[in-house]
């Protein structure tokens, strides 16, 4: 899992997570999922390089995007943005 991690860092793929998890909430199950990678992406128990992915995540503003769904109306894109 850490070299996977490590990949799609490398390829740039936080950014475009919060890029999906910016849209609309139409698109709820792209959120889904994009929040789901993201979460296991931040996770220790997943990469021990976890603290890489937060620091991209913190410069791309995916942390503020984070939070605007914490309310969000759709209870699974609310429990993974948590």
């Known amino acids: 899992a850490e070299h996977l991690c490590a990949l799609l860092r490398a390829a740039g793929l936080v950014d475009s997570l919060v890029q ?12 889904q999922s994009a929040l789901l990678i993201i979460g296991n ?21 995916g942390f ?6 914490l309310f969000s109306p759709d209870p699974i894109v609310q429990a993974y943005a948590l």
């Open 64 to 69: 503020e995007e984070l939070l605007s769904h």
């Open 20 to 31: 999906i998890v910016s849209l609309e909430s139409q698109h709820a199950a792209l959120q």
């Open 41 to 61: 992406m931040c996770s220790d128990e997943v990469d021990s390089n976890a603290a890489l992915t937060k620091a991209e995540l913190k410069a791309c503003h």
